[in-house]
């Protein structure tokens, strides 16, 4: 399903770049294994490499901006960074404006299996982009991925060796039994919308892409998963079934906040100790009460 064989990176450009001080945000694209291009932003320190990177994955009613002002603050600490953005949810906070025929397109792409499958390749073919720029440790490549971005990071961790380590935010275990369940705005359309035959052969395809048949596979890659007490969508023994399937190491944290992690400071700083310690065996340098950590966080406010 997920087997390809990886070429050379191919259709890479960079659209615009924004110098900052010490870093700068390149806005690029490259193209996907499947078809289309993949819109990114890529942050890179002014600094000597090699370099630890990240890749971004954000949640289904999100994009590449989702995790913006958290790569500004990465660059400041010599971490290049890549958020992708999932070609099939572009755009969609804005479902409601759409006229009828680009509504009906939109949710057939969100029910369609192999726009799932791209999404995970897409993001391979993110890995390659980063080991071919020159400048990262290729020992030191992490994923971040939210919501859906979890659930595909979840699958990443069974059948990408590449990724020393994933952080995932609100994660689902499951995403089929979301689909059926939820009123998760998202899950809610496509129930709503399907007829029932295409539902449920909707339903019996994305039950093979459950993370829960890949993160027993992750080792020796690490997992930190994030949720939160107060999910309106993730059930503590979802959460807590999909910790205990993960191969180790692992390691999870409950925090006093919502499915979408609203204005939670410690979750942020939590990922970046997890970083480092996972890349240098040393807690992080951003210290919470320093002048520059809250300059970074007033300006992570603003974004």
């Not at 050379?8 to 996907?32: C, M, Q, R």
């Not at 990443?156 to 089929?176: A, D, P």
């Amino acid at each position: 399903m997920f087997e390809y064989k990886e070429e050379k990176l191919s259709g890479f450009a960079v659209v615009k770049t924004i110098p900052k001080d010490g870093y700068h945000i390149n806005d690029v694209k490259y193209e996907s294994p499947f078809k289309g291009e993949v819109s990114a932003y890529l942050f890179i320190p002014d600094q000597l490499g090699p370099l630890p990177a990240v890749i971004y994955m954000h949640p289904s009613q999100g994009d590449r901006k989702t995790f913006f002002c958290e790569a500004q603050m990465l660059a400041t600490q010599g971490y290049i960074t890549l958020l992708i953005e999932a070609q099939y949810l572009r755009g969609n906070k804005q479902l409601e404006l759409r006229g009828k025929k680009e509504f009906t397109k939109t949710i057939e792409e969100m029910a369609d299996i192999q726009k799932y499958i791209q999404t995970v390749m897409d993001i391979k073919r993110g890995v390659t982009l980063l080991r071919e720029l020159g400048k990262v440790d290729e020992s030191k490549i992490a994923f971040v991925g939210q919501g859906m971005g979890a659930a595909w990071g979840g699958i990443l961790s069974g059948i990408e060796n590449r990724i020393k380590t994933f952080i995932l935010i609100s994660g689902y275990g499951q995403v089929s039994e979301m689909q059926m369940t939820s009123e998760h705005p998202s899950a809610v359309l496509i129930r709503g919308f399907l007829p029932p035959e295409r539902f449920e052969f909707f339903i019996s395809s994305l039950k093979k892409l459950d993370a829960i048949h890949y993160v027993k596979n992750a080792s020796p890659a690490s997992i930190f998963f994030q949720f939160a007490e107060n999910d309106e969508y993730i059930g503590r023994n979802h959460a807590n079934s999909l910790y205990s399937i993960a191969s180790s190491p692992k390691k999870i944290s409950w925090y006093d906040t919502n499915h979408e992690f609203s204005d939670c400071e410690d979750a942020f700083y939590d990922r970046i100790e997890w970083l480092n310690v996972q890349f240098s065996g040393q807690k992080s340098k951003l210290l919470k009460e320093s002048t520059l950590t809250k300059k970074l966080l007033l300006k992570r406010k603003s974004c």
